[in-house]
């Protein structure tokens, strides 16, 4: 007679053991990490106690999530979505405010921002729609509907406003679009809507900026000025839908017969890029919109936006190899590096632990990323591998962008570094997509 394995059994012997060292070692590096740049404020055992409350919290998610069917979600995924909807709407309606933002819910003694489990249904609900939906991916009402998924998400996201938190839902969508089949016409219009989305008020913050430095009655102030003009804003876009169309009527006396479906959709991703820009415009703060630009230049603004990349380069580049040791940073023990537990935490690790430690930090991401990526590989079903795609995909973009960020290649958004920044909703989330994996890992040759 065959003894059925125990749950714990089945985990031991069927979890991705890579997966879990790459973890467990990104936790243990943020415990010293975390203490070090709290310990000259006085606050390490709070934020340390918070820390392992949050993962305690996290780990019991995980190992719930993990002996979760997985595929379950696919078949609820319509009660994960509109339960998305809901958890969006509470926080507008009962949320607290927090750095400018309504994302909040605020218990007193703990505080937890909903969109970071919002973004991990999103994944849920996006895969199984691209599951059921395989046959129709070629079809514009398939693409159609995917837009409108996106957009309930982020137009209640934007209400807060919270805009980084709404940057993981492109490379996520666009990436699952892709691995689903979609045409690349299709990715290249979602590319335009979210870069005219973004641009735009970038575009006029760049504006501002440069009108304080350039000289009148040059070439470049009245470029500058013309573009101030939001009139001759419009008048640009304007062109922009004639020339495209213009094109297309080109191409079809040459007896090229492209579709006009492709010129229409074209035209209207732009067209829906600038509206969305005006969301998007009144959702940044003044000092993130200067963040998002003066990454290409830092010394424009060295006291104000450029403040946190410059410290931030300083410290890490002053790290060397080996580094100057625990809690023995200057710039994170003296003060000069901003959010230095939360969104600058690579920068402690890179000044303290030297260039030996962050590439260490990396390598482990690497792992995790490669092993979330095996999992995709050798999942049972389609809708496991979406999944654990969508969540690489998450992972890696938060990584690229944060680490990117604090070495000056990237604008400063208030992304968290996974697993390693102070912060109980961003741990919660990240070890509940992590069971989720385990749970995807765990089914790949049975269902249990």
């Known amino acids: 007679?065959?003894?059925?394995?125990?749950?714990?059994?089945?985990?031991?012997?069927?979890?991705?053991?890579?997966?879990?060292?790459?973890?467990?070692v990104l936790l243990l590096i943020s415990f010293c990490a975390i203490y070090s740049a709290s310990f000259s404020y006085g606050l390490s055992f709070k934020y340390i106690f918070v820390q392992?409350?949050?993962?305690?919290?996290?780990?019991?998610?995980?190992?719930?999530?993990?002996?979760?069917?997985?595929?379950?979600?696919?078949?609820?995924?319509?009660?994960?979505?509109?339960?998305?909807?809901?958890?969006?709407?509470?926080?507008?309606?009962?949320?607290?405010?927090?750095?400018?933002?309504?994302?909040?819910?605020?218990?007193?003694?703990?505080s937890f921002q909903p969109v970071e489990i919002v973004k991990i249904m999103f994944v849920l609900i996006l895969a199984a729609f691209l599951d059921a939906k395989a046959k129709m991916s070629k079809s514009v009402s398939f693409l159609v509907r995917v837009f409108a998924i996106l957009m309930s998400h982020l137009i209640l996201i934007m209400m807060q406003p919270d805009f980084s938190s709404t940057l993981s839902y492109f490379p996520v969508t666009l990436v699952l679009l892709f691995v689903a089949g979609v045409k690349p016409f299709?990715?290249?219009?979602?590319i335009v809507f979210g870069g005219l989305a973004v641009g735009i008020p970038l575009l006029e913050t760049f504006i501002d900026l440069q009108l304080k430095f350039v000289q009148d009655e040059t070439l470049l102030f009245k470029l500058v000025t013309f573009l101030k003009n939001d009139k001759n804003i419009i008048y640009i876009i304007f062109s922009s839908l004639v020339f495209i169309m213009g094109i297309w009527r080109f191409l079809?006396?040459?007896?090229?017969?492209?579709?006009?479906?492709?010129?229409?959709?074209?035209?209207?991703?732009?067209?829906?890029?600038?509206?969305?820009?005006?969301?998007?415009?009144?959702?940044?703060?003044?000092?993130?919109?200067?963040?998002?630009?003066?990454?290409?230049?830092?010394?424009?603004d060295p006291k104000g936006a450029?403040?946190?990349?410059?410290?931030?380069?300083?410290?890490?580049?002053?790290?060397?190899?080996?580094?100057?040791?625990f809690k023995k940073g200057t710039q994170t023990q003296l003060g000069f590096l901003p959010e230095q537990h939360t969104d600058f935490i690579f920068s402690v690790i890179g000044e303290e632990g030297g260039w030996l430690m962050s590439q260490a930090t990396l390598m482990l991401y690497f792992l995790f990323i490669w092993r979330a990526l095996v999992i995709a590989r050798k999942a049972r079903d389609r809708y496991g591998s979406l999944v654990a795609i969508g969540i690489a995909t998450m992972f890696t973009f938060y990584v690229v962008i944060n680490i990117g960020m604090v070495m000056g290649m990237m604008p400063v958004t208030g992304?968290?570094?996974?697993?390693?920044?102070?912060?109980?909703s961003s741990i919660l989330s990240s070890l509940c997509a992590i069971g989720i994996l385990c749970s995807i890992s765990l089914r790949k040759h049975i269902y249990y």
């Not at 299709?186 to 979602?190: E, G, K, S």
């Open 186 to 190: 299709y990715l290249f219009c979602m």
């Open 252 to 300: 079809w006396k040459l007896k090229i017969e492209i579709p006009v479906i492709y010129p229409v959709i074209l035209c209207l991703s732009v067209l829906l890029g600038a509206v969305s820009s005006v969301p998007v415009q009144k959702s940044l703060k003044d000092y993130q919109r200067k963040r998002l630009v003066v990454f290409f230049n830092p010394n424009v």
């Open 1 to 24: 007679m065959i003894q059925e394995k125990s749950f714990l059994q089945r985990f031991a012997s069927g979890i991705d053991i890579w997966l879990i060292f790459a973890v467990s």
């Open 306 to 325: 450029g403040y946190n990349i410059i410290q931030s380069k300083i410290a890490i580049g002053s790290g060397e190899i080996l580094g100057k040791g």
């Open 52 to 110: 392992l409350v949050a993962i305690g919290v996290g780990l019991a998610c995980l190992l719930f999530l993990a002996g979760f069917n997985y595929q379950y979600y696919k078949h609820f995924n319509k009660t994960v979505y509109v339960l998305s909807l809901m958890l969006l709407i509470s926080v507008l309606v009962f949320g607290s405010f927090k750095r400018g933002t309504k994302g909040w819910f605020d218990f007193g003694f703990v």
């Open 415 to 424: 992304m968290p570094l996974p697993l390693l920044s102070y912060g109980g």
